[in-house]
């Protein structure tokens, strides 16, 4: 863990003294926490009297374009010309929520082409060594909630007003499954009622974020359970979808987040994956889940390119579906006396 020292929040608190130009980066198809602290962030630095844009390297889900300040979002793919001139003219890059360049895709390069002193704040295992400021710290349930603790640092939390608080909430939520996986701890339930303290209406947020399905996404996710398999021998779990059943559900951007945890919840499964196919990309997406000891971070970085945290990971396959799950489970023989241990 790289908790910040004095003297290195002391350099931030003299470098955000005077108004910086910032940039604020999250990862690649953000999720909740990504944005959520993102946005949170922005809020605070723009109070602080600083000139801020968070640059998404591509959209992001309908549910979470309530977020304060989802307007001023530039999106990279989007908006490549205006994007890299921000990113260029930069004092500052904070990028949030992952821990290598290559985790935002095309944008990586001009991040790492430019000037600015870069902050990384974020929870996921092993950081690359890119940034100037390092707040990593994998015991972190959230990096909305370490964006708490940075103003925190930085001796400002009477700055946290509706707009960061709503936003940070946003993140806690959605990493932790709402205040259940392991991580989330007493600290984290304070940082929640100081949120709600400050005018957070936390039902309007669970609303927004897991109550407004469509009608294809319900569907998509009958088609997904249909498609679940078990294999017992390994207390594993999976999930599958095509293309053609993607398609068929009118597929949007976020539909299939938090899937893979209908895999998990099955009596008896420690491990659950889903694989989707990607048709853009003609890769297979895979995210990986577990419960307890099972060091899903380990097996999607060994076997799927991938990575991400202990109990939850994510990874590719450039085989086709088939051939992809086929590998899969014929890696899993080497695992089968953990996964029962
Ligand atoms: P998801 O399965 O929801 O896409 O991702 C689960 C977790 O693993 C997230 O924290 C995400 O940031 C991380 N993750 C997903 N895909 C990758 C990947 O390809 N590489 C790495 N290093 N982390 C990933
Ligand atoms: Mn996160």
């Known amino acids: 863990m790289h908790a910040m020292n004095t003297a290195e929040i002391l350099d931030l608190k003299k470098i955000l003294s005077t108004p910086k130009k ?7 198809n953000p999720d909740g926490d990504a944005m959520g602290s993102t946005l949170g962030l922005l809020h605070y630095l723009k109070k602080l009297g600083h000139s801020a844009t968070v640059i998404a390297p591509n959209d992001y889900p309908e549910f979470l374009k309530w977020i304060p300040g989802t307007k001023e979002v530039l999106i990279y ?3 490549t010309i205006a994007s890299e001139a921000l990113i260029s003219e930069a004092d500052l890059i904070f990028t949030l929520d ?5 985790r935002c895709g095309a944008m990586g ?5 430019s000037s600015a002193i870069k902050i990384m704040i974020d929870h996921h295992q092993q950081p690359d060594d890119y940034a100037t400021y390092v707040y990593s710290d994998v015991s972190m349930c959230s990096t909305c909630e370490m964006v708490y603790h940075f103003i925190e640092m930085m001796g400002d939390l009477e700055l946290i007003d509706v707009a960061i608080g709503e936003a940070l909430y946003t993140g806690i939520m959605t990493d932790t499954a709402s205040f259940r996986f392991p991580l989330t701890t007493s600290t984290t339930h304070r940082v929640i009622a100081h949120l709600i303290d400050v005018g957070v209406e ?3 947020i669970h609303n927004a974020v897991y109550d407004t399905n469509s009608f294809g996404r319900l569907q998509l996710m009958g088609c997904a359970l249909n498609n679940l398999r078990f294999l017992e021998d390994f207390k594993t779990s999976y999930i599958s979808l095509t293309n053609k059943e993607l398609d068929a559900h009118d597929f949007q951007k976020g539909d299939t987040e938090g899937l893979v945890n209908y895999g998990l919840s099955l009596k008896g499964a420690k491990f659950a994956v889903i694989f989707i196919e990607h048709q853009e990309e003609s890769i297979i997406k895979i995210s990986f889940r577990s419960k307890g000891t099972f060091d899903v971070n380990t097996f999607a970085r060994t076997h799927f390119n991938g990575g991400g945290h202990k109990n939850a990971s994510g990874g590719r396959s450039n085989l086709n579906l088939e051939d992809t799950i086929a590998k ?3 890696i899993l023989s080497d695992y089968k006396s953990e996964l029962n241990s």
Do not use: G, M, R, W
């Not at 992952?98 to 290559?102: E, I, Q, R």
């Not at 390069?109 to 082409?113: A, G, L, V, Y």
């Open 22 to 28: 910032v940039v604020i980066v999250p990862h690649k």
């Open 77 to 79: 793919e989007e908006d």
């Open 98 to 102: 992952f821990n290598a360049l290559h």
């Open 109 to 113: 390069t001009p991040i790492e082409n």
């Open 202 to 204: 936390k039902s309007d």
């Open 328 to 330: 899969f489970i014929s």
